[in-house]
């Protein structure tokens, strides 16, 4: 297998990772959480973007196997919790404050989560030679732009009508 597919293989593996890591920490944190939001192919396409050579490729495999390896368990923590916080939720006279609760201690993992996908993401900088970080640096901002049309809801050509082509400003049911 040529390295560049391993590279490939464990970027996505550890993209995927990250999207959950994304998903529980709320807003535009790199998770797939709909309109805006990269996932795991936008991740590799950035990457793609950078022309890595191939010791950069190797290293940024390395980082996101041990990133993927500290994030596990967290994963794994952030899943028991949301099939937790279902079933008490689904339960018939469910408790506000236990619901509460484990929601609370669900976000504080997400929260975890994100901040080491925030360490991976410094990690893999650093890896960069300073053309590549200012490559890295406008497409970030790209897809900040992007997420801020479509926080707006003026994603996906909806344009100020909304999907609807209703007046503007109309309420969507």
């Not at 490729?57 to 899943?79: D, F, I, K």
């Not at 609760?101 to 929260?111: K, L, P």
């Amino acid at each position: 297998m040529s390295r560049w597919k391993t590279l490939t293989g464990a970027v996505a593996f550890s993209a995927m990772g990250l999207v959950a890591a994304g998903a529980v920490a709320g807003g535009p944190r790199g998770g797939s959480r709909g309109p805006g939001h990269p996932g795991p192919g936008r991740m590799l396409e950035d990457i793609g973007l950078l022309g890595l050579s191939d010791e950069q490729r190797t290293a940024v495999q390395e980082l996101m196997r041990q990133n993927h390896e500290a994030a596990r368990p967290l994963m794994e923590q952030e899943r028991n919790l949301h099939r937790q916080l279902r079933e008490a939720a689904s339960a018939d006279g469910a408790d506000p404050a236990k619901v509460g609760r484990i929601a609370i201690e669900e976000y504080r993992v997400g929260e975890q989560l994100h901040a080491q996908r925030k360490q991976l993401e410094e990690s893999f900088v650093g890896l960069l030679t300073p053309e590549q970080k200012d490559m890295w640096t406008k497409i970030q901002a790209a897809h900040e732009k992007e997420r801020e049309r479509h926080k707006d809801g003026r994603g996906f050509g909806h344009g100020p009508r909304g999907p609807q082509g209703g007046p503007e400003g109309a309420v969507r049911q």
